[in-house]
């Protein structure tokens, strides 16, 4: 990559530095105020998240992304109220908010599609929760499992589906609440590249459909990349953010831009921040040596 | 293409002829040596049964003598020039050969009682089936619910289990005494007797089966707006029901294995007072009917219990293939 000419990922066409400029204009969902995170553990105190502060924008999608042990789950558990925070707080529409809630919806990295309700009933959950009727949240459900392409699988039960389809399902399940911001946390971490390339241009497709702000979080830097408006990296031990970078592509994406010049200065960027120059000293490379036979005549395979 | 299936591959399911012909062995071979042990004379045999008394006096037809005794007399018979006592090789009167307890299973049913006061077989196990039913009715009815709340927050678990703990390892036959003496001589202290055996074990039991409930699904149901009573309720009971269906077949199996000991105490009744009768009488063959019966009822209703289950969580089917 040293050799490639590339554009600084700073650098935004005008098209693209309009519409930050129009996004940085829409109000603040959810604001995140000094938050810090400790756990004690047996090494005593472990700092997880340290004076994280950010703001996403109504329909806005964030990104967040770092190296593993850099408390993303942490950062995005608290926000949905499944954990406190040491200290700071998490604003959505400007109130504090610490307790989970369906103004939060989450899409998990495991399956948590219900399994003893059918897709249908896990869709309506959220919605007989609130205190709907079962008539309407029956119907209100039904066009969410259509935003999501599964009006086929409503009475199916999740086991019957591929893991795709379940977090397709999981998606529907935590809008249906309409959510003021959507969380996911690795959501399409277990899924196979296909089908994870198919659900990231599926969750364009329905964020641009309505309106939901949404914070992401990936360890893949083209997923990142190729979804968001902004990236927030973090670092590990302790989890700070290191950098928030404005995205460069232009939308509407395309698999096409992942070869674009934008695409690569920015994904250059993420590298540099994610993985920086390794010391020689380093201690999760192997130190290996060579054990053919003796006499064997055995090619040295990178000559 | 039909591959042929190895009988001791590592954890792989056989195929289901090969599973039919192992179920049927596994029940054939107690059968085969215990038909070997009663119809092959020298295998085992100890006993000689006396057809002709002989010149031996306290002989008589039909006694069961000791092969070395019957030997010492037919030896002293001869050389007193008395008649000789006559007599086939026999197994003990508690060992009936299976065709005797084949016959027992129709004539326990239509032997008549031998006093007025006494029951019919029928009405015997009919009256074990309640108590059974009673007791573990009356225990999964607490048991069930406190288990899923100790399973579910940690003060109820906290404030029970350690308790229940302690208590799980007084044998429950000790209560007899003082269940007698509070609840008379009738049904109340059999079924309290089932309920001890059956209670604190099954708090445990649930308890454990509702924390392994993944937490993620509670997380998922707390972030779609669930209060605590909706996560009770619509979340950990309908999530752990199967498994709980499972630990509750279990238990039943638990609860018959007191029912002996129950129907000793106060006035003995059931299955178990017929059975000992039958043992008095000698009726060796009535008596290995009845246990047998009681194996054939539990076994069925465990297997109407699984087979209701596959119909009642249709969710569970993939999970029930391994």
């Known amino acids: 990559m040293k050799n490639l000419h590339l554009p600084s990922y700073l650098e935004q066409s005008e098209r693209v530095s309009e519409r930050f400029k129009k996004l940085k204009e829409r109000e603040v969902i959810l604001e995140v105020k000094d938050l810090y995170k400790t756990f004690d553990s047996q090494q005593g105190e472990v700092t997880a998240l340290k004076n994280i502060n950010f703001k996403t924008h109504r329909r806005e999608f964030v990104c967040v992304i770092g190296p593993s042990g850099c408390g993303k789950s942490t950062l995005i ?10 200290s700071g707080q998490v604003l959505l529409d400007g109130e504090p908010k610490s307790e989970p809630g369906p103004d939060r919806g989450m899409v998990f990295q495991g399956y948590t599609l219900f399994p003893w309700l059918t897709i249908k009933k896990n869709v309506m959950f959220g919605l007989q929760m609130e205190g709907k009727s079962k008539t ?8 969410w499992i259509e935003l999501v392409g599964l009006s086929k699988f409503a009475d199916a039960y999740p086991h019957q ?21 959507l969380l996911m946390d690795e959501p399409f971490g277990a899924l196979d590249a296909q089908t994870r390339f198919k659900m990231q241009t599926n969750l364009i497709d329905i964020w641009k459909n309505i309106d939901i702000t949404v914070l992401f979080i990936t360890h893949d830097l083209d997923e990142a990349i190729y979804l968001a408006d902004r990236i927030l990296v973090l670092k590990a031990h302790p989890g700070e953010v290191q950098e928030v970078i404005e995205v460069s592509v232009p939308r509407p994406r395309k698999p096409e831009q992942f070869l674009s010049p934008e695409f690569l200065a920015t994904k250059k960027r993420l590298e540099e921040l994610i993985h920086p120059p390794k010391e020689d000293d380093d201690e999760d490379s192997l130190h290996l040596i060579r054990m053919t036979r003796v006499g064997d005549d055995v090619e040295d395979i990178e000559l | 293409m039909k591959q042929k299936q190895s009988w001791f591959a590592v954890r792989q399911a056989l195929s ?13 071979l107690p059968l085969m040596i215990w038909s070997i042990v009663s119809y092959v004379p020298f295998v085992w045999h100890p006993k000689v049964e006396i057809t002709e008394p002989g010149g031996v006096s306290w002989f008589q037809e039909g006694m069961l003598i000791d092969r070395a005794i019957f030997s010492a007399e037919v030896a002293k018979a001869r050389s007193e020039n008395t008649q000789a006592p006559e007599g086939f090789r026999a197994n003990p009167v508690y060992l009936p050969a299976p065709h005797e307890v084949a016959v027992a299973f129709y004539t326990a ?8 006061s006494e029951q019919w077989l029928h009405e015997s196990l009919w009256h074990s089936i309640t108590i059974i039913f009673w007791g573990f009715f009356l225990s999964s009815l607490v048991g069930v619910p406190i288990g899923i709340l100790c399973g579910t927050f940690s003060a109820f678990s906290k404030a029970q289990e350690p308790f229940i703990e302690f208590f799980r390892y007084l044998p429950a036959p000790a209560f007899g005494a003082l269940a007698v003496a509070i609840l008379g001589i009738h049904d109340g202290p059999k079924i309290a007797i089932i309920f001890i055996g059956t209670f604190f074990q099954q708090v445990l039991i649930v308890a454990n089966t509702t924390r392994k409930l993944d937490i993620a699904l509670l997380e998922a149901a707390l972030t779609l707006g669930a209060n605590k009573m909706q996560i009770l309720f619509r979340v950990v009971i309908p999530g752990i029901i199967p498994d709980l269906f499972r630990d509750l077949r279990i238990l039943l199996g638990w609860a018959w294995t007191y029912l002996i000991v129950a129907e000793l105490i106060g006035t003995s009744s059931g299955i178990t007072w017929f059975i000992t009768q039958q043992a008095r009488y000698k009726n060796f063959d009535n008596v290995f009917a009845a246990i047998i019966m009681i194996g054939i009822i539990g076994l069925v209703s465990d297997l109407i219990l699984a087979k209701l289950s596959k119909h009642i969580f249709p969710w569970e089917r993939s999970q029930n293939k391994a």
Request: zero cysteines; charged letters at 20%; hydrophobic letters at 45%.
């Open chain 1, 161 to 181: 589906l591929s893991g795709g389809m379940k977090q397709r399902v999981a998606i529907a399940r935590a809008l249906a609440n309409q959510p003021r911001i």
């Open chain 1, 136 to 143: 309407t949240a029956e119907s209100e459900a039904l066009q």
């Open chain 2, 109 to 116: 049913f239509t032997t008549e009682p031998k006093r007025r």
């Open chain 1, 77 to 86: 558990r608290i926000l949905a109220g499944l954990e406190t925070p040491s």
């Open chain 2, 16 to 28: 289901p002829i090969q599973a039919r012909w192992l179920t049927l062995l596994s029940f054939l």
